[in-house]
């Protein structure tokens, strides 16, 4: 079993910053992309940040420059700093990861979510 952890998030004013973390942890052989997703009321899950096992990172262009994704390879965890918060940001975030759970094991993961929300 694989189990994707989150930590975080919470009520916010406009302007103001939270971090989330997400922990993998079950049998692991290895992690590959880890990120985070969000899904606002009546719209559809949309990536907000990814990082590879590399560094590489890639972001929503909404979120460019206030967010910022960082992973711990070593324990298996992503984390999420959100800066400069708008109502927009407000949504339910996701972790995601693909994790091998041998060499030849590749799965999708997601955590159970945690609110955001941002007041105005």
């Known amino acids: 079993q694989v189990q994707l952890v989150e930590s975080g998030g919470g009520l916010v004013q406009t302007g103001g910053s939270l971090r989330l973390s997400c922990a993998a942890s079950?049998?692991?052989?290895?992690?590959?992309?880890m990120g985070w997703y969000r899904q606002a009321p009546g719209k559809q899950r949309e990536l907000v940040a990814a990082i590879t096992s590399g560094g590489p990172t890639n972001y929503a262009d909404s979120v460019k420059g206030r967010f910022t994704i960082s992973r711990d390879n070593a324990k298996n965890t992503v984390t999420l700093q959100m800066n400069s918060l708008k109502p927009e940001d407000t949504a339910v975030y996701y972790c995601?990861?693909?994790?091998?759970?041998?060499?030849?094991?590749?799965?999708?993961?997601w955590g159970q979510g945690t609110q955001v929300t941002v007041s105005s």
């Open positions: 079950g049998s692991i052989f290895s992690v590959d992309g």
């Open positions: 995601n990861a693909q994790i091998k759970r041998s060499w030849n094991r590749r799965g999708d993961y």
